[in-house]
Structure formats: structure tokens, C-alpha cells
């Protein structure tokens, strides 16, 4: 009984010896997170308080949408709009070797939890940013989410019935594939870092 209790609690997995910080909600960055989660790191998914903000996908925390994104992964309540929630983040981050954010530009430097705050925090933090519009350019602080992606990006135009118009497709494609590549970026960061010494 005992040693099925201790199997149960121990880290598993090629990415057992990581540690994630998972500050995404609605789907591209929980889908990036969610990688290293499921083969074995320790992701903490960090939520703030009940009420402070809306769920932008609508969802339920009870429905199997939720329960998706963020399988094996341990959470902690935290409001970054105020100072205390801030300073535990970064008392986690220093110890962490991936964090993975959302945020728009403006508001990820408002609240003071940008790379370059945590850099000197943690020079060996890998740091992964997903924005509908990037980091810069005019578009960067809008919100993004998937349909905006297909439609802009022309994909609803080729998906469809001839003379149907433009057709969103089945799955949410754009979200699924910015955290597939989100994460692969994040492999590949710490891969450098064991030769660099450095996050980036």
C-alpha cells in the first residue's frame, strides 16, 4: 500500500527532472504545457482567484475540455494583479526551468512577469511566449484566439463546400498547432541551455 502511494506521487517520464510554470488559459498554451506534463515534468499550473477573470474558451472547470488541458498537472492560486501573487511567482520561477505564458505584451509588462524581469531572476529560464499577433508589430496587443487565426490566416477560405463561403475547421487548428510548435521550441531551448548554460 505504501509503495503504490509513493509510485503514485513520484515524477515518471524522459521529462521528469523539469519543472514548468503553465500561466496559459484558453487552448494554444495549455496545449504546450500540457506536453511536458504529460511525459513526466512537474507543470504547475498557476490560476487566479475564482471571479477575477472570465474563461475565455466559456468552458466549465468540471467539463472534459478542461480536464484535457490540464491533465497531470499540479495547480496554485495566485492574483498577479497584486503585489504578494507577483512575488510568489517569482519565488517559483526561480527554481523553474520552463515557464510558459499568453499574456498580450502590454499586460505581461504591466504586471512585471516579462522575460526580461524573470531573466534576472533565473538566467537559465526557458521563456515561451504565444500571442495571436506576436510580441511586436501593430497587431501585438490584441487578443488572439483560433478562428481569428483561420480566418486571417485564409484557412476558412479552403475549407468547405464550393459557393458555401468560408468554413471554420472541425478542430481548432491554429490553437492546437502554435502549442505543438510552442513546445517543440521549448525542447529545443533547453537543448541549447545544456551547452549555453543559459535560457533564452
Same mark, same amino acid.
Given at each position: 500500500?505504501?509503495?503504490?502511494?509513493? %509510485?503514485?506521487?513520484?515524477?515518471? +517520464?524522459?521529462?521528469?527532472?523539469?519543472?514548468?510554470?503553465?500561466?496559459?488559459? !484558453?487552448?494554444?498554451?495549455?496545449? !504546450?504545457?500540457?506536453?511536458?506534463?504529460d511525459?513526466?515534468?512537474?507543470v504547475?499550473? @498557476?490560476?487566479?482567484?475564482?471571479?477575477?477573470?472570465?474563461?475565455?474558451?466559456?468552458?466549465?472547470?468540471? +467539463?472534459?475540455?478542461?480536464?484535457n488541458?490540464?491533465?497531470?498537472?499540479r495547480?496554485?492560486?495566485?492574483?498577479?494583479?497584486?503585489?504578494?501573487?507577483?512575488?510568489?511567482?517569482k519565488?517559483?520561477?526561480?527554481?523553474?526551468?520552463?515557464?510558459?505564458?499568453?499574456?498580450?505584451?502590454? @499586460?505581461?509588462?504591466?504586471?512585471?512577469?516579462?522575460?526580461?524581469?524573470?531573466?534576472?531572476?533565473?538566467?537559465?529560464? @526557458?521563456?515561451?511566449?504565444?500571442?495571436?499577433?506576436?510580441?511586436? /508589430?501593430?497587431?501585438?496587443n490584441?487578443?488572439?484566439?483560433?478562428?481569428?487565426?483561420? /480566418?486571417m490566416?485564409?484557412? %476558412?477560405s479552403i475549407? +468547405?463546400?464550393?459557393?458555401?463561403?468560408?468554413?471554420? *475547421?472541425?478542430?481548432?487548428?491554429?490553437?492546437?498547432?502554435?502549442?505543438?510548435?510552442?513546445?517543440?521550441?521549448?525542447?529545443?531551448?533547453?537543448?541549447?541551455?545544456? *551547452?549555453? +548554460?543559459?535560457?533564452?
Amino acid at each position: 500500500e505504501k509503495r503504490a502511494s509513493n %509510485m503514485a506521487t513520484e515524477r515518471k +517520464g524522459p521529462l521528469s527532472r523539469f519543472k514548468v510554470i503553465d500561466l496559459t488559459r !484558453a487552448r494554444a498554451g495549455p496545449t !504546450a504545457a500540457r506536453h511536458f506534463a504529460d511525459w513526466g515534468a512537474d507543470v504547475i499550473k @498557476v490560476e487566479m482567484p475564482a471571479g477575477a477573470e472570465e474563461d475565455p474558451l466559456g468552458g466549465s472547470r468540471d +467539463g472534459p475540455d478542461f480536464f484535457n488541458l490540464h491533465r497531470n498537472k499540479r495547480s496554485i492560486t495566485l492574483n498577479l494583479k497584486l503585489p504578494d501573487g507577483v512575488a510568489v511567482l517569482k519565488k517559483l520561477a526561480a527554481g523553474a526551468d520552463v515557464l510558459i505564458e499568453n499574456y498580450r505584451p502590454d @499586460v505581461k509588462h504591466r504586471l512585471g512577469i516579462d522575460y526580461e524581469t524573470f531573466r534576472t531572476i533565473n538566467p537559465r529560464l @526557458v521563456y515561451v511566449s504565444l500571442s495571436g499577433f506576436g510580441q511586436d /508589430g501593430p497587431y501585438a496587443n490584441r487578443p488572439g484566439f483560433d478562428q481569428i487565426a483561420q /480566418g486571417m490566416g485564409g484557412l %476558412m477560405s479552403i475549407t +468547405g463546400l464550393p459557393g458555401q463561403g468560408p468554413v471554420r *475547421v472541425g478542430i481548432p487548428i491554429a490553437d492546437l498547432s502554435s502549442g505543438n510548435y510552442a513546445a517543440m521550441g521549448a525542447f529545443i531551448a533547453l537543448l541549447e541551455r545544456d *551547452v549555453s +548554460g543559459e535560457g533564452q
